[in-house]
């Protein structure tokens, strides 16, 4: 019996039902990104960022985060490269003095032309921003922006979910389709068998897990996040093969009478992963894989735990930094980054997204694929600003 993937390859006939997603190698317009942690931008601080291709300035004013365009609109100079702010409200460009106000990015002042007329009559690019749980969102997009929550991962601003401040983000040189594919694809968890995470928790888990129904995968309700849930419907693991005579088999396997769930692993338009619980019970974490450009994201990482109280918000910070973010950072999702990294020449230059061969497990990657396709809220494309 063909298998229901192979029916999608099948009926389709070299027209993939996810055309809009192959064009998204900059990410989705008209939604919200992380841009940075809280703690990564003082007051008075200014910093450069780049999303879906737009580079983005950023300063803190009285609290409040404000974002223009980082491009000063005489020549085309990155303020980021040298922040030159001379009042609490501006940004002077280093190069010429060109100077604008940041809350609605106003040209006031041109310091080596005092006179010149083209002060008032030019206007940077401003962005929404939103602060929540210790980041910084930004929306890359056209009009007013939607609700910050219907571009988060389910359960992210819970007022008892306790967000670890002091999360983690690196450059990672891939498309970040190829990141958040490899987040909850269902058998990548091959490459973390021998994981120090795995080894020390002595944790029982497959090779591969092969999904056979989509029934609960899809989550698309209107008027609430967008995405794809891998702990749902029928999942049939794989814990050892033969090759040759040599058996390949997980480096725990489950105890007769023990039964230890997977967790709960899904993505959420337009970039955001949830694996609850993870890395161990009662912690959540929650990924994002930012487009940078074609050919790079960043990744971030951070955890939450629910708790009553300040004192146990504390506690469980201290317990991320004293023990787990090094195991996960560098010890397990290392190998993810590898992966992704891996994977991105044969998709950027040897036609990648048309060559590749699909097979059972990545059901849950045919059905991203689609709902991204069929809900995000426009493509970004690379003349955006």
Known sequence: ???????????????????????????????????CYSQELAEGQARGEQLLGERILLKRIDGEVYAVQDRCLHRGVAFSVRPECHSKHTISCWYHGFTYDLRDGSLVAVIT???????????????PVREAKGLVFVFVGDGPPPELRLDLQPG???????????????????NWRLAAENGFDAAHIYIHRHSPLIVEQQRPLPLA????????????????????VKGSGARTPVWEVEIEGVKVRSRFLPREGVRRTSPDTSMWLPCGLKVDPFPTEGIIQFEWYVPV?????????????????????????????????????????????????????????????????????????????????????????????
């Open 1 to 35: 019996m063909m298998h229901i993937l192979e029916q999608d390859a099948a009926l389709t006939a070299g027209t993939k039902p996810w055309q809009p997603y192959l064009a998204a190698a900059l990410g989705f317009r008209n939604h919200w990104y992380p841009a």
């Open 113 to 127: 032309d005092p006179e010149s007329a083209l002060v008032g009559k030019l206007q940077l690019r401003t962005y």
């Open 156 to 174: 992210f601003l819970d007022s008892d979910l306790a967000i670890h401040p002091n999360g983690e983000r690196q450059l990672v040189r891939s």
């Open 209 to 228: 897990t092969i999904l056979s129904s989509r029934e609960g995968m899809v989550v698309a309700e209107e008027g609430q996040p967008k995405g794809v």
């Open 293 to 385: 450009d074609e050919h790079s994201h960043t990744y971030f990482v951070t955890w939450g735990k629910r708790v009553a109280s300040d004192r146990e918000a504390a506690a469980f910070s201290r317990e991320i930094e004293d023990h787990w973010k090094d195991l996960v950072v560098d010890k397990f999702n290392a190998d993810d980054v590898v992966a992704r990294e891996a994977m991105e020449r044969f998709y950027a230059e040897e036609d990648g997204w048309r060559r590749e061969r699909l097979y059972r497990p990545d059901l849950i990657i045919t059905e991203w694929r689609k709902l991204a396709s069929a809900h995000n809220r426009g493509i970004q494309r690379r003349a955006a600003v």
